[in-house]
Structure formats: C-alpha cells, structure tokens
C-alpha cells in the first residue's frame, strides 16, 4: 500500500509538470471498474494507469486491479464531420490482489478516444487482452467506457 501511494504521488508530480490538459483523471466503467488517470507524453503517446476492484469474484470475494499502460496514438485517423476520433493501441503491466493471492501480467489495450473541442472531457471505450504471467499462465479480456476530465 505504501508503494502504490508513493507511486501515485510520483506520476502526479511528473504530470504536473507537463502542460495544460496533458493530463485527465475519471471513471473506467466496465470490467473491472475504478478511477482512471492519463497523462500525454506527446501528440501521439501517453501513459494510461487504472485502479479498479471487482467485488464478485468466482470464488466470491474481492479483487483489486492496479494497470499500467504506455499507450500510442493515431490522430486524424478517423475524422468525422471535423471531430478527431483516435484509435489507440498499448502495452502495460497488471496487478492483481484477488482472494488472499497476488497476480502479475501484461496487459494489452486498444480501443478509441473522443476529445471535444469545446469542453475539456476525454471518453474512450477500451477492450484489452489480459495476460496473466504469475502464479499461473492465463489468459482473458476487459473493456469498458471510460471519461475523464481534462486538465
């Protein structure tokens, strides 16, 4: 607990630094659900993090789902009627408290990202592939919509 606090206020300095509206925090609804936060490290890339929790695990308990994602973009890929919607596609780290046990695996996200013009909010809908590398090899999926305020 004391790394993950350490950790976020580090990525919180880090963001600061940037410039304006290089960074947005919110909500990832989906599976799993929780806050999210991105930071634009260029016109093109970011950093993607998520802290989530699943309350209805298979063996009836709780899990907490820490990601970390690098992520690239495509802007003016996909323009409609003026508006930049940006595909994305990324690679990251998983880590996951479920049940008294401890996961660690690689996660792969890709989805699309709308920024208005006019208001300063981010939605994106994301799927990703879940890789899970210890204790066991596994394999899975998450997605959800996700919106974050601009700032």
């Known amino acids: 607990m004391r790394r993950?606090?350490?950790?976020?206020l580090l990525v919180s300095c880090v963001a600061l630094s940037l410039s304006?509206?290089?960074?947005?925090?919110?909500?990832?609804?989906?599976?799993?659900?929780?806050l999210s936060f991105g930071v634009d490290l260029a016109k093109t890339q970011g950093l993607d993090f998520k802290a989530a929790w699943n309350l209805?695990?298979?063996?009836?308990?709780a899990a907490i789902i820490l990601q970390g994602?690098?992520?690239?973009?495509f802007?003016?890929?996909?323009?409609i009627e003026g508006q930049n919607f940006v595909p994305f596609i990324g690679v990251?780290?998983?880590?996951?408290?479920a049940d008294g046990s401890l996961g660690l695996g690689i996660h792969v996200p890709g989805g699309i990202n709308?920024?208005?013009?006019?208001?300063?909010?981010?939605?994106f809908l994301e799927l990703g592939l879940d890789i899970g590398l210890f204790p066991a090899t596994t394999f899975g999926g998450s997605g959800g919509l996700g919106v974050r305020y601009r700032f």
């Open 4 to 8: 993950t606090i350490v950790l976020v």
């Open 92 to 97: 990251g780290a998983q880590l996951a408290v």
């Open 56 to 61: 209805g695990t298979a063996k009836g308990g």
């Open 20 to 34: 304006a509206q290089a960074m947005g925090a919110g909500v990832f609804l989906g599976q799993p659900s929780g």
């Open 114 to 123: 709308w920024r208005p013009r006019t208001v300063p909010i981010e939605l």
């Open 75 to 79: 802007p003016r890929v996909l323009v």
């Open 69 to 73: 994602n690098y992520e690239l973009f």
